[in-house]
């Protein structure tokens, strides 16, 4: 089952925008990941926020967790064209590092 | 570094016909490794994991099976394909310590005829 559900489905901008994407979720989690997928590629691991962290940043990207609301938010700062793709958040409830997926936002940012 | 490897990219398959995908990886000793189907516009669904060498654990009944016959080697078949069995297959890999990211191989591209 899919426990991280994505808003919004798709998104686009323009360059120079930002673009912010949630992740919404059902049970407790240990920690909350964030990873990107070029078309036709494997996933990349972005960030990893955990269940005490409330906001992480890496460089333009800026995360945040609110663990009462089983919440979390993508924030990429400054797009670029080359952000385009899809982003997904990954919820990891502690088992063996298993994760489970929401079914992803496609970002597109225009030139 | 770590690196993943997943082989090969793409596989056109008729119909009833045997499968076996491979992934292995370089630079890490007894990592965790994953087996995820991805549906066109959908999700990562994960079919297996494996926390060590012949240890696997199947997350939804299918077609399918895996096998771990090394350390660094996880291989993904079937005796025979479904329609359904297309898809988008990756392979990841972690670290055994709870709460790491996944590494993920480039994927196998698998049609079904």
């Known amino acids: 089952s899919q426990q991280g559900e994505e808003d919004p489905q798709a998104l686009s901008i323009q360059e120079g925008e930002n673009a912010t994407m949630n992740c919404s979720y059902k049970t407790s989690i240990n920690n909350l990941q964030w990873y990107r997928q070029n078309s036709g590629r494997g996933l990349v691991h972005l960030i990893l926020i955990r269940s005490n962290e409330r906001e992480k940043h890496s460089g333009r990207l800026r995360v945040t967790l609110d663990t009462s609301k089983k919440s979390s938010s993508l924030l990429i700062t400054a797009s670029r064209a080359a952000d385009t793709a899809s982003y997904f958040c990954a919820t990891d409830t502690g088992a063996n590092s298993k994760l489970t997926f929401g079914k992803g936002i496609t970002l597109s940012v225009r030139p | 570094s770590q690196t993943i490897h997943q082989w090969p990219a793409t596989l056109v398959q008729p119909v009833g016909s045997p499968l076996s995908l491979e992934c292995t990886v370089e630079g890490t000793s007894n990592p965790n490794l994953y087996w995820y189907r991805q549906a066109a516009g959908r999700g990562l669904q994960l079919l297996f994991y494996?926390?060590?060498?012949?240890?696997i654990s199947s997350e939804v009944p299918q077609n399918l099976s895996a096998s771990r016959p090394q350390d660094r080697q996880f291989i993904l078949s079937s005796k025979k394909l479904l329609l359904s069995d297309s898809g988008f297959y990756l392979c990841?890999?972690?670290?055994?310590?709870?709460?790491?990211?996944?590494?993920f191989g480039d994927g196998t591209r698998l049609s079904i005829l």
């Open positions: 990841a890999w972690s670290q055994i310590h709870t709460g790491q990211p996944q590494h």
């Open positions: 494996s926390v060590g060498i012949g240890q």
